[in-house]
Nanobody, 114 residues
Framework: VQLQASGGGLVQTGGSLRLSCAAS????????MDWYRQAPGKQRELVAT???????NYADSVRGRFTISRDNVRRTLVLEMENLKPEDTAVYYC?????????WGRGTLVTVSS
């Protein structure tokens, strides 16, 4: 299983970014997919989930500002982030649980300047 995240960068407060995660090596449509993030000095936290049934869930801190979606044909997971805040600064990771193992993408850095 490989997860390749992209789309991070530097943005000002209030700005927007779009993260993408390309998945391979798994039957994508059958797996829940997540975005996690890890800010400097903090633990990794779950940001959003798109289940294999296309249900979505969000952390309270991002609900209403972030939108997770998935394309089962292209095997791609997307995180649309709007109204970004400095506290959203973190490395963002694509994640799935497959065959009993956790798989993580390499991570993409999002920096929100104040």
């Amino acid at each position: 299983v490989q997860l390749q995240a992209s789309g991070g960068g530097l943005v000002q407060t209030g700005g927007s970014l779009r993260l993408s995660c390309a998945a391979s090596g798994l039957n994508f449509r059958h797996h829940d997919m997540d975005w996690y993030r890890q800010a400097p000095g903090k633990q990794r936290e779950l940001v959003a989930t798109a289940t294999h049934g296309s249900t979505t869930n969000y952390a309270d801190s991002v609900r209403g500002r972030f939108t997770i979606s998935r394309d089962n044909v292209r095997r791609t997971l997307v995180l649309e982030m709007e109204n970004l805040k400095p506290e959203d600064t973190a490395v963002y990771y694509c994640h799935t649980l497959a065959r009993g193992y956790d798989f993580w993408g390499r991570g993409t850095l999002v920096t929100v300047s104040s």
